[in-house]
């Protein structure tokens, strides 16, 4: 059970859109819908922010949005604003119940 | 709303047992399966494994022959055992429920807010 692959750093300037990727293999990302998406500041715990590949809990923005094709699951951010700086990780379903996270990205806006 | 809070020793001895209790305020501790999740300072989260309410567990296959986790629902409490630690078990541990209807998995929401576990001599 690997960590799924995600770039270590993204950037974007104020109002741009930006993507992040996450890859794993068919017996996690590419097997299930069961994808979601965390944000984490400096210090914090980490904020839910995606389910099941593309829904927002309530209260998310929708500047925000998830998809997946094949092995690898993407989440969007629109509208890039200072406070979207912080650390991205996606985590999948695996098989018998468990779960795998992804390395994790730094967003950063210029 | 539910809240969560760990608690336990910051220092633990290297071949020692690492224990640590995670509170559940603010709503019930049935229906839900309630995670341990860590992350070494500077690097990514790692799941370490869950307990439903009922008592059944399942952990990371990494770390299945060293951890244990328990929940005494009298309490509204659930605990994380990890033995034999080293220094590359040193993280900050999070407790988080997992909110996700039965039709689905993973929804990790609330967290607590985590607590730094050094394992030195």
């Known amino acids: 059970q690997s960590a799924l692959t995600q770039p270590a750093s993204v950037s974007g300037s104020p109002g741009q859109s930006i993507t992040i990727s996450c890859t794993g293999t068919?017996?996690?990302?590419?097997?299930?819908?069961?994808i979601s998406w965390y944000q984490q500041h400096p210090g914090k715990a980490p904020k839910f922010i995606i389910y099941d590949v593309s829904n927002r809990p309530s209260g998310v923005s929708n500047r925000f949005s998830g998809s997946k094709s094949g092995n690898t699951a993407s989440l969007t951010i629109s509208g890039l604003q200072a406070d979207d700086e912080a650390d991205y990780y996606c985590s999948s379903y695996a098989s018998s119940s468990t779960l795998v996270f992804g390395g994790g990205t730094k967003v950063t806006v210029l | 709303q539910v809240q969560l809070q760990e608690s336990g020793p910051g220092l633990v001895k290297p071949s020692e047992t690492l224990s640590l209790t995670c509170s559940v305020s603010?709503?019930?501790?049935?229906?839900?399966?309630w995670n341990w999740i860590r992350q070494p300072p500077g690097k990514g989260l790692e799941w370490i494994g869950y307990?439903?309410?009922?008592?059944?567990?399942n952990y990371n296959p990494s770390l299945k022959s060293r951890v244990s986790i328990s929940i005494d629902k009298s309490k509204s409490q659930f605990s994380l055992n990890l033995t034999s630690v080293t220094a590359a078990d040193t993280a900050f541990y999070y407790c988080?429920?997992?909110?996700?209807?039965?039709?689905?998995?993973?929804?990790?929401?609330?967290w607590g807010q985590g607590i730094l576990v050094t394992v030195s001599s």
């Open positions: 068919s017996s996690d990302v590419g097997g299930y819908n069961y």
């Open positions: 988080a429920r997992d909110r996700a209807p039965r039709s689905s998995w993973f929804w990790f929401d609330p």
């Open positions: 307990i439903f309410y009922s008592g059944s567990t």
């Open positions: 603010g709503g019930p501790i049935n229906s839900y399966y």
